[in-house]
């Protein structure tokens, strides 16, 4: 399952920084600076696939992509039910997370509301993490 989804992620991080590489280089061509226009595209790139990755990571742990057709996350597996209980209770510290960065970027503007988002998504994920943890404790010594 891991092998999968760490692959199909390592492949779209290859095209998504050789794209941005590209393309920001493109951009910068008439600007004379295309190594630095090349050297942005590829962290925008680098980004982009940063940010598939975690989707990427949260859907197959939820059995919601073909990479997940595996005997770990299997109908009645522990990993399963591990991870359908955390994310069950994760999914309203969640929303209210991001209810509250929503209220906190449009009140607080620039650079702060441009790095909100990341610091809720951290704590999104350390929460769904946490819960699991409790929970494959609980269901492992049961």
Do not use: K
């Not at 906190?104 to 998504?121: C, I, K, Y």
């Amino acid at each position: 399952m891991l092998h999968r989804a760490l692959r199909t992620v390592a492949l779209t991080a290859a095209v998504t920084v050789v794209l941005g590489a590209a393309l920001g280089g493109a951009t910068a061509w008439s600007e004379g600076a295309v190594l630095v226009g090349g050297a942005r595209g590829a962290l925008v790139g680098l980004i982009v696939a940063l940010v598939v990755g975690v989707h990427l990571s949260v859907r197959t742990l939820f059995a919601r992509v073909p990479e997940s057709l595996g005997p770990e996350l299997a109908a009645g597996s522990v990993e399963r039910e591990v991870f359908r209980l955390a994310g069950v209770q994760a999914f309203p510290d969640a929303v209210s997370v991001l209810l509250l960065v929503a209220l906190l970027a449009a009140l607080a503007g620039g650079d702060l509301a441009r790095w909100l988002p990341v610091a809720g998504l951290v704590v999104v994920l350390f929460d769904f993490a946490l819960r699991s943890r409790v929970h494959w404790a609980r269901l492992v010594a049961a």
